[in-house]
């Protein structure tokens, strides 16, 4: 188990040095380079331009500066954002913060609408089973941020019932109650792509599990079918549900761009996106390694859980 | 040489044996594969037709902004007064070419990363997967948005930012079929007879993972009609005035209180051909593979 994880983290090294220099000359193969925003600016003195571009080391060659950024991103020092003139670890704290609140409360919610609609969709009537499976199939079919729109318009336009976006009513006090109203929505919205997939992924495993001996040997038994399909089948079939999570739950932080911009949700999704629009590199650079390190996390995750989950899956 | 051709032609003439008819039959007593193909069949119809079917120019100004449906118009216009049928006509034309062609680069990216990794293994099998491993690293739409930042963004160039980002599951699927299908005694025959890699590749192994190839491509018109909508929402996709139904939403969310149905038409649109995308992508998918038949389908 030890010699496994160890492997697997030294394995996601040369990865993560990959992405890190698939990143870096992206942003820096940039038409104009990270400083084009300002060049254009006429009350910005090009003299002062060429200070700060010296400053922020820009004139050096890529190779230096690729090296310069590496080494200030392993140590912690991620540098000042553009932007917001604070330090880019305390922005990303702060975003990173959001998005998880975000992304665990949907997931609560995609598990709870999720396992039994799974269920149902394994065992009911046929023709109901129709139903559930083309309900599932819209669920991963609608464009998220449409049904975000959709929900904003049926909610709080039509009917004034949830708040518009953001994570706090203005100038309210911090309570738990207003931040989790305002989570409602954008939450139920993120967690319907996983309640479609996960119930469609729990209904194939479910149908599989249901049809092996020990399940023919436990109605042999003269068991209620309810135990069997709870007791023996259901627990086999979450197995592979876990390695899911794993594999979405670091996705779904960038995935939660879409949903945290239509609710302005300031996560990190969102903060991707200005400072995309504010061609904040920083920030930018910092946001998109934070989130391939949390996507890889999310991987090893997976697999450890699932070799904890199933005794018979050995970590080599 | 006689043997050679008897050999080649097991696997082939077990496909041809009436299989599209077959197949087609099967789709078809698919209730939601039905009704998928046949929307598919429309929406394709209205996007051709677009110039002969659009009461206006979709660029011109036509009306004031934000007018209700009425005599000048029969769906009202957008936010500068562009008629929005004319523009939901057009953009069909985008997002679908969209969907397509970026589907069509996943598939041939994937496939030839996929077999050359699957085929040749040992140390080309290691490269190519761990260049699937880093992309897979990535998270893709945070990508897809950067690239699409930072270049002059057009209809190709945004077919192959979606294919460059997502040819990751097709890579994997041909992977694993080559794997599979370079063991079989028919491929060491060919190869006994003296046929060369590439022949063997294209004529042997890619014909017989063609089932899997078509269903994943499929279901990537679905996914890359999805991408176009998020990234051309975002603002880093199709640019306007050029219509997609992605763009169109854009400022829908602005004018959510005095016209919702500007985002209403476009979202429903992209919801209903994505979803019968899906349905006629599951259903092929079920009749190619004998495995997946019995419980009814999902």
Redesign the interface.
């Known amino acids: 188990m030890r010699t496994f994880l160890i492997r697997r983290i030294l394995a996601a090294i ?3 040095l ?2 890190s220099l ?2 870096f000359l ?2 820096h ?3 104009g380079g990270p400083m084009a925003v300002y060049a254009n600016n006429p009350n910005v003195d090009p003299e002062d331009l060429r200070r700060l571009e010296q400053s922020l080391g820009l004139h050096d060659p890529y190779p230096v500066q690729y090296a310069k950024w590496l080494g200030s991103m392993l140590t912690g020092n991620w540098g000042v954002s553009y932007k917001y003139a604070r330090p880019v670890g305390a922005i990303l704290g702060e975003r990173i913060l959001a998005t998880l609140q975000l992304v665990l409360v949907s997931l609560l919610i995609a598990a709870v609408i999720a396992i039994p609609v799974g269920v149902l ?2 065992t009911a009537r ?1 023709a109901l ?2 139903v559930v ?2 309900a ?3 669920g ?7 049904l975000g ?2 929900v ?2 049926l909610l709080s ?1 039509k009917v004034r019932l949830l708040p518009s976006g953001g994570m706090a009513t203005i100038g309210a006090d911090f309570s738990l109650a207003d931040r989790l109203w305002h989570l409602l929505a954008p939450a139920a919205v993120l967690a319907t792509l996983e309640i479609a997939g996960w119930s ?1 992924y729990l ?2 495993m479910l ?1 599989e599990s249901l049809g092996q001996d020990y399940i023919r040997t436990a109605r042999a038994k003269g068991l209620a079918e309810w135990r069997i399909v709870m007791r023996h089948a259901l627990r086999n079939a979450l197995l592979p549900l876990i390695t899911l999570l794993g594999l979405q739950g670091g ?1 779904l ?3 939660a ?2 949903t945290e ?2 609710f302005s949700w300031p996560g990190m ?1 969102r903060l ?2 200005e400072s ?2 504010a061609r904040d590199y920083p920030v ?1 650079m910092a946001a ?1 390694m934070l ?2 390190v949390l ?2 996390a999310g ?1 090893l995750a997976a697999d450890l859980t699932y070799g904890v989950a199933d005794p018979r899956i050995r970590l080599e | 040489m006689a043997v050679a051709t008897s050999v080649q032609s097991v696997p082939s003439a077990v496909r041809r044996a009436g299989s599209l008819r077959l197949l087609l039959s099967r789709v078809g007593h698919d209730p939601t594969a039905a009704g998928g193909t046949a929307f598919l069949i429309v929406v394709a119809a209205l996007a051709l037709l677009a110039p002969v079917l659009s009461p206006h120019d979709p660029y011109a100004i036509v009306d004031r902004p934000l007018r209700p449906a009425g005599e000048q118009t029969v769906l009202g216009t957008d936010d500068v007064g562009r008629d929005l049928l004319s523009r939901l006509l057009y953009g069909a034309r985008v997002t679908l070419a969209v969907g397509v062609g970026a589907a069509l680069l996943t598939a041939g990216i994937g496939t030839v990363i996929g077999a050359l990794a699957g085929f040749y293994g040992g140390r080309t099998d290691t490269a190519l997967s761990g260049l699937v491993n880093v992309m897979l690293s990535v998270p893709a739409l945070p990508l897809a948005l950067v690239i699409g930042a930072f270049v002059e963004m057009s209809l190709p160039i945004l077919i192959l930012v979606i294919g460059g980002v997502s040819w990751t599951s097709s890579a994997r699927i041909v992977r694993a079929e080559t794997l599979s299908l370079r063991e079989r005694e028919f491929v060491a025959s060919a190869r006994a007879l003296g046929a060369g890699d590439g022949r063997l590749i294209l004529r042997h192994i890619l014909i017989n993972a063609m089932p899997p190839i078509i269903v994943a491509a499929t279901l990537q018109v679905a996914t890359a009609i999805l991408a176009e909508s998020a990234l051309s929402y975002l603002g880093y996709g199709i640019q306007p005035p050029v219509a997609s139904w992605g763009n169109m939403l854009q400022n829908a969310q602005r004018y959510l209180r005095r016209a919702p149905e500007l985002a209403i038409y476009p979202g429903l649109l992209i919801s209903l051909t994505v979803v019968s995308i899906n349905f006629v992508g599951d259903a092929l998918r079920d009749a190619l593979d004998p495995a997946r038949r019995g419980a009814p389908n999902w």
């Open positions: 040369p990865t993560l990959a992405v698939i990143i992206l942003l193969s940039a038409p969709g394994a046929p089973q129709r499976g083309a599932s199939m819209l991963v079919s609608v464009p998220t941020f449409w729109i959709v904003l318009l336009v469609r209904r194939s149908l996705r932080v960038g995935g761009l879409i911009t239509v999704g991707l996106v995309l629009a930018l998109f989130m391939s996507v890889i991987n």
